[in-house]
């Protein structure tokens, strides 16, 4: 992927330039000697930068976006620059789709970094993308069988010590999304539960416990007792 938008900008430069060196190695004197050029550009992917994915069919595309830093070399300052002019204004009036162009300078530190005195360069960034496989979706051929579940309600009364009634616990029927809140009296109440549900026991949480207490499924209605540590 990056090979690509790399033959696409050495295209496009190429396309506004003419025949002259492009190196894909960092800015610096020596490639005029390397190349036999004595005029060239320095094509150099400076970072690599991650971007957002792309909304649309899921799963959408993985995005990244490639920096490229352009730098000229030739003869004399006043070649260099006209190399300059026509990048910097193709890069401006006839960019590659999707191209965006940052003329900020670089600080000087960057330049000590390569080993190169401050000068003038462009910051080209390309976005590159990756597509991801769709999940295979499997067809049903099967006729929908639809299966009915009687429902019922189940209640009962959360006590504590001495049998007090305890309010405000929040009682959930593990395995399903089902919870419920005591009232002022201790009662609670899930009005709909599967009859062929087997519930061998009800989560309580009051008081800052968690206790998991056992029941009787068939009775009706349940009596639970929440014991604390003395």
């Given at each position: 992927?990056?090979?690509?938008?790399?033959?696409?900008?050495?295209?496009?430069?190429?396309?506004?330039?003419?025949?002259?060196?492009?190196?894909?190695?960092?800015?610096?004197?020596?490639?005029?000697?390397?190349?036999?050029?004595?005029?060239?550009?320095?094509?150099?992917?400076?970072?690599?930068?991650?971007?957002?994915?792309?909304?649309?069919?899921?799963?959408?595309?993985?995005?990244?976006?490639?920096?490229?830093?352009?730098t000229v070399w030739a003869p004399t300052p006043g070649e260099a620059h006209q190399l300059l002019d026509k990048l910097v204004w193709a890069a401006?009036?006839?960019?590659?789709?999707?191209?965006?162009?940052?003329?900020?300078?670089?600080?000087?530190?960057?330049?000590?970094?390569?080993?190169?005195?401050?000068?003038?360069?462009?910051?080209?960034?390309?976005?590159?993308?990756?597509?991801?496989?769709?999940?295979?979706?499997?067809?049903?051929?099967?006729?929908?069988?639809?299966?009915?579940?009687?429902?019922?309600?189940?209640s009962g009364t959360l006590l504590g010590p001495d049998d007090t009634p305890i309010p405000d616990a929040v009682i959930e029927i593990p395995g399903?999304?089902?919870?419920?809140?005591?009232?002022?009296?201790?009662?609670?109440?899930?009005?709909?539960?599967?009859?062929?549900?087997?519930?061998?026991?009800?989560?309580?949480?009051?008081?800052?416990?968690?206790?998991?207490?056992?029941?009787?499924?068939?009775?009706?209605?349940?009596?639970?007792?929440?014991?604390?540590?003395?």
């Amino acid at each position: 992927m990056i090979e690509q938008i790399d033959d696409r900008l050495i295209a496009w430069i190429r396309e506004i330039v003419g025949d002259v060196a492009i190196s894909l190695e960092p800015p610096g004197s020596e490639h005029a000697g390397e190349q036999g050029h004595e005029r060239g550009v320095s094509l150099y992917l400076v970072a690599i930068v991650k971007k957002p994915p792309l909304r649309g069919p899921a799963p959408p595309p993985l995005q990244i976006a490639l920096r490229y830093l352009v730098t000229v070399w030739a003869p004399t300052p006043g070649e260099a620059h006209q190399l300059l002019d026509k990048l910097v204004w193709a890069a401006l009036a006839h960019p590659l789709p999707e191209m965006e162009l940052d003329l900020e300078p670089l600080p000087a530190t960057f330049w000590l970094a390569l080993g190169e005195p401050p000068q003038p360069a462009l910051l080209l960034t390309m976005p590159a993308r990756q597509e991801r496989p769709r999940p295979t979706v499997t067809r049903v051929r099967l006729p929908l069988d639809v299966h009915f579940t009687e429902t019922g309600p189940l209640s009962g009364t959360l006590l504590g010590p001495d049998d007090t009634p305890i309010p405000d616990a929040v009682i959930e029927i593990p395995g399903s999304e089902q919870q419920t809140v005591t009232d002022s009296t201790g009662r609670f109440l899930f009005p709909r539960v599967p009859r062929e549900l087997d519930i061998p026991f009800l989560r309580v949480r009051a008081k800052g416990l968690i206790q998991d207490i056992p029941i009787d499924s068939q009775a009706r209605p349940l009596v639970i007792r929440m014991t604390f540590p003395s």
